[in-house]
């Protein structure tokens, strides 16, 4: 998750681990759809983190019902705080680091699918037919 491809002589050559990669990716994504689309809804899910986090109040209790997947930013227009935390996670690599942690254990796709259903289902109820 965290760790970089392996060096090349290639000047194009990716030095973000894919984790970092993919993170840079959502967060250049936001901003373009920020200013493309500003009523667009957007989140961001992570799986196969060691924390595990579905919704604000899950950072004091632990809810594991979605074990491995944590929710960084909800299904939502994106605010500025939203912003500001997937750039903090793209620039601080302590931050992401702490964040990044893998699992020690697999992932089931299918919890991580479920996961992302009942988010669509709660946050964007008049998308299901689409």
């Not at 030095?15 to 500003?38: E, F, V």
């Not at 709660?122 to 689409?130: L, Q």
């Amino acid at each position: 998750m965290l760790t970089p491809p392996p060096p090349t002589d290639s000047k194009k050559a990716d030095t973000d681990s894919p984790a970092s990669a993919a993170l840079k990716c959502a967060y250049a994504l936001m901003q373009q759809r920020i200013i493309s689309n500003p009523n667009d809804m957007m989140g961001v899910l992570l799986y196969g983190t060691e924390k595990s986090k579905f919704n604000a109040e899950d950072e004091t209790t632990g809810n594991l019902s979605y074990p491995h997947c944590y929710l960084l930013t909800d299904l939502d227009v994106p605010a500025a705080e939203d912003v500001k935390a997937l750039k903090t996670l793209v620039e601080d690599e302590d931050d992401s680091r702490k964040l990044l942690v893998p699992s020690k254990e697999s992932v089931s796709m299918a919890n991580v699918l479920f996961c992302a259903n009942q988010i669509f289902t709660t946050k964007a109820p008049n998308f299901s037919s689409r």
